[in-house]
Structures are given as C-alpha cells and as structure tokens.
C-alpha cells in the first residue's frame, strides 16, 4: 500500500484497515490525518519522502505543461494573424486542456500537503 492510497480512502475505511493491526489503539478516536500517518508508520511508508517525491513530479509536470501553453499561444497568434478559424479554435481548446490539467494538478497537489 502507497500513501496515495491512503489519502484517497476515506475515514470509515481507515478505521476498518486500522482496526485490522494490534499495534494500533484508539483508531476509532482518531482523524483522517492521524490514521494516515499511523497507518504509515504500520506499513512501513515514508510521508515525507513521498511528498517530496510528489512534488518533485508536480514541478516537471508543472514546467513542461507551461512551456506547452506559452507554445500554443505562439502558434494561436500566428492562426489569428493568417485568419485560420477553425486552427484558432482547436488551438484554443488545447490551451484550455492544459490548463485544465494545470489547475487538477495544483488541486492534487494542496490535497496531498
């Protein structure tokens, strides 16, 4: 089991996986939080080399999706100029799906810190 894993399950299912092992006591007093990091510490599980590595895959994604979009702006001020609608068009719903996946990524990423 990964900490993403444990971050996507929700309270009751923490409990019930916590309830599972002996080692640990009080698990249905606790939060989402503390049943994520004593579950960790049960299966072994890093949480800050995990975050770490997160973000660094966050920042590469977050780059190359920019560098993306800066291009298609290029080439979408070209179409304009050429008066090439339907290429403005497609270009402009690229840019919105990086974007779009920009956005998703920050969310994911303020979700797992």
């Not at 249905?28 to 599980?45: H, N, P, W």
């Not at 702006?73 to 779009?100: F, G, N, P």
């Amino acid at each position: 089991m990964e900490l993403r894993d444990l971050q996507k399950m929700t309270v009751v299912k923490l409990r019930e996986e916590g309830l599972k092992h002996s080692s640990l006591s009080g698990v249905s007093a606790m939060d989402k939080t503390q049943l994520i990091a004593a579950l960790a510490e049960v299966y072994g599980i890093d949480i800050e080399a995990a975050t770490r590595a997160a973000r660094e895959q966050f920042a590469a994604d977050k780059t190359g999706l920019k560098q993306a979009i800066r291009d298609l702006k290029a080439q979408r001020s070209a179409a304009l100029t050429a008066h090439e609608a339907a290429r403005v068009q497609r270009i402009r719903l690229d840019i919105k799906k990086r974007k779009r996946r920009l956005r998703h990524l920050a969310g994911s990423q303020a979700a797992r810190a």
